[in-house]
Nanobody, 122 residues
Framework: QVQLVESGGGLVQPGGSLRLSCAASGSIFSIRLMAWYRQAPGKERELVARTTTAGITYHADFAKGRFTISRDDAKNTVYLQMSGLKPEDTAVYYC????????????????WGQGTQVTVSS
């Protein structure tokens, strides 16, 4: 059983900062891609940023210069450092990971966290 647990969301004023964390636990052989998505009310879920095992990162245009994704493979954890937050960043932020299971065939499955609410408001 694999779980992704996010933390770090909350209420912040415009221009403020937050650091989201997502820790994976359970039967894990390795973790390939790790990513953050977000979903605002009435909108589709969208990719915020992702990072590979090689440390290659991608940030959506709206995130460039303000958000930074990073990972600590020793802790099976991915982070999203957010600064310069705007009201339009208000959303539920979800962690996503492609996890290789410790099976004979090293099956890789996609997992999602439960989401953490980020609200940017004065």
């Amino acid at each position: 059983q694999v779980q992704l647990v996010e933390s770090g969301g909350g209420l912040v004023q415009p221009g403020g900062s937050l650091r989201l964390s997502c820790a994976a636990s359970g039967s894990i052989f390795s973790i390939r891609l790790m990513a953050w998505y977000r979903q605002a009310p009435g909108k589709e879920r969208e990719l915020v940023a992702r990072t590979t095992t090689a440390g290659i990162t991608y940030h959506a245009d709206f995130a460039k210069g303000r958000f930074t994704i990073s990972r600590d493979d020793a802790k099976n954890t991915v982070y999203l450092q957010m600064s310069g937050l705007k009201p339009e960043d208000t959303a539920v932020y979800y962690c996503n990971a492609e996890i290789v299971l410790p099976t004979a065939t090293h099956t890789a499955l996609d997992y999602w966290g439960q989401g953490t609410q980020v609200t940017v408001s004065s």
